[in-house]
């Protein structure tokens, strides 16, 4: 299967900077990389995502790149506010694969301080 | 629409108690899944269901089983609860098998503690 790691695990930012977090994927036939933000206490939601056709796409504060040939993908948040603390994930669905299965990386905590 | 529904929200259980989480969907679609979230873990699917009347096993799937009722419901349950299954347990689902848009809508969860 398809393994996804995630780094760093916690990531401590002040209020107005940036805020990067990478990850890194094993099977170079996905094709499909979804970020998902979890409030405390609250399920997780889609924030984010690209396809492996596409290198780059923003959505306001956030963007995500995507580099195939590396096999790694990161999420930026630009102006961080305390309401981006969260945890994030990162996934990837396993191309060839017609089952819709996501692997998830293993989050990172972030914190934004006032 | 209320999106993803779990039930319960919380529960307790002794060791050795067996329960059935349910999860349902209203939003028509065909895929279902169920994962378990512990800390700095991540999530781990447990099991998943592409379409209805199929189940497959995900990457943790011993001491669980599930029944995909109809193609809005999708149970797990644990036959022999134990410690090491302590954990919140997310259903989630998404439209269709072989979509490379495959968004996955979570439902709330649920906390599990087995004592």
């Known amino acids: 299967g398809e393994n996804v790691e995630q780094h760093p695990s916690t990531l401590s930012v002040q209020e107005g900077d940036s805020a990067v977090i990478k990850c890194t994927y094993s099977?170079?036939?996905?094709?499909?990389f979804p970020w998902y933000k979890q409030e405390l206490g609250k399920r997780p939601q889609l924030i984010i995502d690209?396809?492996?056709?596409?290198g780059e796409k923003k959505d306001q504060r956030i963007a995500v790149t995507l580099n195939k040939t590396a096999k790694h993908f990161s999420l930026h948040i630009t102006e961080t506010q305390p309401e981006d603390s969260a945890v994030y994930f990162c996934a990837a669905r396993q191309g060839g694969s017609t089952l819709g299965r996501l692997y998830f990386g293993r989050g990172t905590q972030l914190t934004v301080w006032p | 629409n209320a999106g993803v529904t779990q039930t319960p929200k919380f529960q307790v259980l002794k060791t050795g108690q067996s329960m059935t989480l349910q999860c349902a969907q209203d939003?028509?679609?065909?895929?279902m899944y169920w994962y378990r979230q512990d800390p700095g873990m991540g999530l781990r699917l447990i099991y998943y269901s592409a379409s209805e009347g199929t189940t497959d096993k995900g990457e943790v799937p011993n001491g669980y089983n599930v029944s995909r009722l109809n193609k809005r419901e999708f149970s797990l349950r644990l036959e022999s609860a134990a410690p090491s299954q302590t954990s919140v347990y997310f259903c989630a689902s998404s439209l269709r098998p072989g979509l490379t848009y495959n968004e996955q809508f979570f439902g709330p969860g649920t906390r599990l503690t087995v004592l």
């Open positions: 099977d170079s036939a996905s094709n499909y």
């Open positions: 939003m028509n679609h065909n895929s």
């Open positions: 690209i396809r492996s056709n596409v």
